[in-house]
């Protein structure tokens, strides 16, 4: 059974840092690995998705990276600002089933 | 605007009152699914949908029930809630399942 952890739980950096998100997961099988973002009180919102046949992804400041040999996932936050404050999500498609991760909580402090 | 819209967002109920929580996407996507989050579980998924009238059990779907009668529409329906069943629910929506999922603004159940 597919598990996915994200490490660590909580982050506080001050503004203008690089940073790294890691998730983890057992089972390489995957079709795909998506990087969402939470606000308090508020959905979901895609950050990346990346293809089991892709090593990486970009938008903007954000680079996520895909080893599936490894079981590992990572989001690379540059420049890191007050805004970028939210929970981040992993979740990783085995066959029909999405399976999160229990989230890295940021907070980028001025 | 593209998205994803479910009713209530919020809902405080009392135990065996049948309940509906509904779901829309107006994207004209095929797949669908419900998730709950829950502190310290994360998100798990309760329900899926490939398409029309195609639907399958998650990881937790013990006291659910959904149907797919129209693409655009997937209630998530709890016959005798309890509360344990007191929770975060989502809803999401994807062209096909192994593309970017797109998710609802979240309802937020308490079950007295």
């Known amino acids: 059974k597919q598990e996915v952890t994200q490490i660590p739980a909580a982050l506080s950096v001050p503004e203008g840092e690089n940073l790294v998100l890691n998730c983890s997961f057992t089972d390489s099988a995957i079709y795909n690995l998506q990087w969402f973002r939470q606000d308090p009180g508020k959905g979901l919102t895609s950050l990346l998705l990346?293809?089991?046949?892709?090593r990486e992804q970009t938008s903007g400041r954000l680079n996520a990276s895909l080893d599936k040999s490894s079981g590992r996932s990572t989001l690379y936050i540059a420049a890191s600002q007050p805004g970028d404050s939210a929970t981040y999500l992993c979740a990783a498609l085995n066959t029909d089933k999405l399976i999160f991760g229990t989230g890295t909580r940021l907070q980028v402090f001025p | 605007e593209a998205q994803v819209t479910q009713n209530p967002r919020y809902l405080i109920t009392v135990t065996g009152k049948k309940l509906t929580v509904t779901c829309s996407q107006n994207?004209?996507?095929?797949?669908m699914s419900w998730y709950r989050q829950d502190p310290g579980l994360g998100l798990r998924q309760i329900y899926y949908s490939m398409n029309v009238e195609v639907t399958d059990k998650g990881d937790v779907p013990e006291g659910y029930k959904v149907s797919r009668k129209e693409k655009r529409n997937f209630p998530l329906i709890l016959e005798s809630p309890s509360p344990n069943q007191t929770s975060l629910y989502f809803c999401a929506s994807s062209p096909h399942r192994v593309y970017e999922q797109y998710f609802g603004p979240g309802t937020r159940l308490t079950v007295t």
């Open positions: 994207m004209n996507h095929e797949y």
């Open positions: 990346i293809q089991s046949s892709q």
